[in-house]
């Protein structure tokens, strides 16, 4: 690793970190009672390049439960267990414009709308193949190694929180049974969505998932690959339209890069070929995301010209900022 504390982009990161480190707006989620253990003054910035450059500020060794963060990785293992039509008739890619937790399926075909809102997750988590429901838990985490490079554990009391207050979450899975939309292994399946949701990661394993796919797929510092190619789009795609809930039109509308937030606190944001993006701070909005990390997302965005569709000049330059790496080849 560089160091990367010489570098102009730091010193931007750390002026961003100041500028919303008194932002005290918003509430840290209750309706899973263990998530009231996080501090409302937890805040961390990471960013990593796709040629392995990791930038940092404030607190990205706390660990906070990756929540919602874990759906779009998810997703991305079970397409490559199933393929994309087999999961795309159990779960739809429509955004719902509706809250994360709220139980709709599809009139039309009862499927639910789209993997990041929880029925949709509960449907893929269903997907996830093993023979027991050790050797599926062992598979997601796996996986997020292959993302992140290490371990990762689960935060007990925060699953065991969940698993008995989820009761909106097993209604929602006993309606998509009743639909044959999942199994009927049903609380297999939701203790392996709450155990998922409970996986322990910090700001810059956020980032490091975030720069994975914008790297196509490779880790940029193990070089691993942790999903295959061809399903690293169906990923980013459906973060782009549905991953911050029914704030996402507005998210595309305003930051337009994809992302995915969690109650948790995390966003991660993912800048296709240059850069990943973790962001960390408990306080949410309404919606149930982070608003520091919404905040730091659209100034990144506006600042170095990073909306998908920016035309414009930006403020900085990025590239002078973070070296040539693999922006200059493509
Ligand atoms: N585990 C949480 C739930 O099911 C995930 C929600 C979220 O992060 N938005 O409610």
């Not at 500020?57 to 079970?78: E, H, P, R």
């Not at 008995?164 to 297999?188: C, H, P, Q, W």
Request: with cysteine; glycine share 8%.
């Amino acid at each position: 690793m560089t160091n990367t504390e010489n570098s102009p982009f730091y010193d931007y990161l750390v002026k961003l970190h100041q500028k919303y480190s008194s932002l005290n707006n918003g509430k840290i989620p209750n309706y899973i009672p263990e998530l009231t253990e996080a501090k409302a003054e937890w805040f961390g910035i990471s960013v990593i390049t796709t040629d392995g450059q990791i930038f940092e500020v404030g607190n990205c060794d706390q660990l906070f439960t990756i929540q919602s963060i874990s759906k779009a990785f998810v997703f991305g293992l079970a397409l490559e267990d199933h393929g994309r039509e087999y999961v795309n008739s159990k779960v739809s890619v429509e955004p719902t414009g509706e809250a994360f937790n709220s139980i709709t399926l599809d009139e039309k075909t009862n499927r639910p709308y789209n993997p990041m809102v929880n029925a949709g997750a509960i449907a893929t988590a269903d997907l996830i193949k093993g023979d027991t429901a050790t050797e599926r838990l062992k598979r997601i985490l796996a996986m997020f190694k292959r993302y992140t490079g290490k371990e990762h554990e689960i935060d007990v009391p925060v699953f065991l929180s969940e698993k008995a207050t989820g009761n909106k979450n097993r209604a929602m899975s006993y309606l998509m049974l009743n639909f044959n939309m999942v199994s009927d292994r049903i609380e297999e399946t939701l203790d392996l969505y709450f155990q998922q949701c409970s996986i322990r990661v910090n700001a810059r394993d956020i980032a490091m998932l975030s720069a994975t796919l914008a790297n196509g797929g490779v880790n940029p510092i193990t070089q691993e690959r942790a999903i295959d190619e061809h399903y690293v789009q169906d990923v980013i795609s459906v973060m782009l339209t549905c991953g911050m809930y029914d704030a996402s039109g507005e998210w595309t509308y305003r930051v337009g890069i994809p992302a995915k937030s969690g109650v948790g606190g995390g966003i991660s944001a993912v800048v296709p070929k240059i850069l990943g993006i973790g962001t960390f701070s408990p306080l949410l909005d309404a919606k149930g995301n982070s608003i520091r990390g919404i905040k730091v997302c659209e100034d990144l965005s506006r600042d170095f010209g990073l909306h998908l569709f920016n035309m414009g000049k930006p403020k900085h330059n990025l590239q002078e900022w973070i070296g040539e790496g693999k922006i200059e080849n493509d």
